[in-house]
């Protein structure tokens, strides 16, 4: 089963609008991943992180690996309609944990 | 560089029928994992690749499923006999060794009816 809980479960936005992502676990992990994915797509690498404390961005696009190494959160700023998707988190200890999805829509 | 190939994208049987996955991973990726997705949850791990050898397949169900890399490149997941709560995609992914990101293919939709 899972053990990342990732939250919200599901977003809607207007277009513009900056949006916040989180996921924690009571296990602590080495390495953060956050992925997107379209329907009908596998998941589609967004940010790797790799030390507590870590802020890297790609674009409009923010995350952090939390500083107690158990949480991570993503932030998209200035929405627009293509992010719409399901977004997971995944955490490595000994192998690739998932997170159950935010599903993020896009309001034009 | 292609990326992770996956086939076939869609497979429909009925159940008891065997049904075969298969997964060329990114050139040089060594370590590969299969991965379950079942509708509104996320991926979780069915077995992991380190070259040839399967190194965690614990949350692999063996009395059903099998999976193989014999040259360590390509593999193939198997379900036999398959049943109606197998419906999901299976996803392939692979890494530039086991601490490397992962990347995955676009799965594999199965429907068992």
């Known amino acids: 089963g899972q053990q990342l809980n990732q939250s919200p479960q599901s977003m809607f936005i207007q277009e513009g609008e900056d949006v916040s992502m989180n996921c924690t676990s009571s296990?602590?992990?080495?390495?953060w991943l956050w992925y997107k994915q379209d329907p009908g797509e596998g998941p589609v690498l967004l940010i790797a992180l790799y030390k507590a404390g870590e802020l890297t961005s790609n674009g409009r696009l923010t995350a952090q690996f939390g500083i107690t190494r158990k949480d991570s959160f993503l932030n998209i700023s200035a929405s627009i309609p293509s992010d719409v998707g399901i977004y997971f988190c995944a955490g490595r200890v000994n192998d690739m944990r998932f997170g159950a999805g935010t599903r993020l829509t896009v309001k034009p | 560089e292609a990326g992770v190939v996956q086939s076939p994208r869609y497979k429909i049987i009925e159940k008891k029928q065997p049904v075969a996955f298969w997964c060329n991973p990114i050139s040089g990726h060594n370590t590969l994992y299969w991965y379950l997705q079942n509708l509104g949850q996320g991926p979780e791990l069915l077995i992991r690749y380190e070259n040839e050898e399967a190194v965690d397949d614990s949350q692999l169900p063996k009395d059903r499923f099998s999976a193989e890399r014999l040259k360590g490149v390509d593999s193939t997941l198997k379900i036999q006999p398959a049943e109606l709560g197998d419906s999901a995609v299976y996803l392939c992914?692979?890494?530039?060794?086991?601490?490397?990101?992962?990347?995955f293919g676009e799965g594999s939709r199965l429907t068992v009816l």
């Open positions: 992914a692979s890494s530039l060794g086991w601490a490397g990101e992962l990347f």
């Open positions: 296990s602590i992990f080495n390495t």
